[in-house]
């Protein structure tokens, strides 16, 4: 009798504790992406009055694990220093920096986690769900994103090379980026125009 449940027992976990780990398994094989940071950028663009005024971060640190044959295991993470600003402005820039704005002694980082990866509408779109930490305020967030293809490095042995573009709207107030008088938006708009153009690597 004990070996009867013994048997049964078997039969019912160890296929269970052997899917388990195949998913596990599945959540790791997504492709590890690295960015190539000289063909890449962070651009965004905000209104100054009435005019667009366009900036990037020039540095930044990002997870890529992506896979469109295995978005279970796919996942994307981005952290980028606020201090990086760059606005063509050296004083401009260090105003951003200060309290009224991003608080970059306080909250030196930005930065985005994803919790899935799901299949967009469009052919070769994407969306990495997760959420967005700017200053201390973390929201939910999708990112959306474009695989633009993916091909055979020319120049590197057993390399892959893949472009990625991704478009987005935020508000900054939504993220208290602008405090006091700068909270209004009469002088600096809300909306924060995004755009990421990333090229990536990888091994075969």
């Not at 967005?132 to 695989?147: A, G, K, M, Q, S």
Request: avoid cysteine; glycine fraction near 6%.
């Amino acid at each position: 009798m004990k070996r009867a449940i013994l048997f049964l027992a078997a039969f019912i976990f160890i296929p269970a504790l052997l899917v388990a780990e195949n998913d596990t398994n599945d959540k790791k094989d997504a492709t590890p992406w690295t960015i190539d940071t000289s063909h890449s950028a962070i651009n965004f663009s905000i209104r100054h009055f009435f005019t667009p005024v366009d900036g990037l971060f020039d540095e930044y640190d990002a997870e890529v694990y992506f896979d469109p044959a295995n978005l279970e295991g796919s996942s994307i993470s981005v952290t980028i220093p606020v201090t990086s600003i760059n606005t063509r402005n050296e004083r401009r820039d260090g105003h951003l920096q200060s309290e009224d704005f991003f608080n970059a002694e306080t909250w030196p980082s930005m930065q985005f986690v994803s919790s899935e990866v799901v299949a967009g509408e469009g052919e070769n779109e994407f969306i990495a769900k997760g959420e967005l930490t700017i200053r201390d305020v973390t929201e939910p967030f999708e990112l959306p994103f474009r695989l633009l293809g993916v091909m055979d490095h020319p120049f590197q042995e057993n390399m892959l090379v893949a472009g990625i573009v991704s478009e987005f709207q935020l508000l900054r107030n939504d993220f208290g980026v602008g405090t006091g008088d700068w909270a209004a938006t009469a002088v600096v708009g809300d909306e924060v125009k995004v755009r990421l153009n990333l090229e990536l690597t990888a091994s075969k």
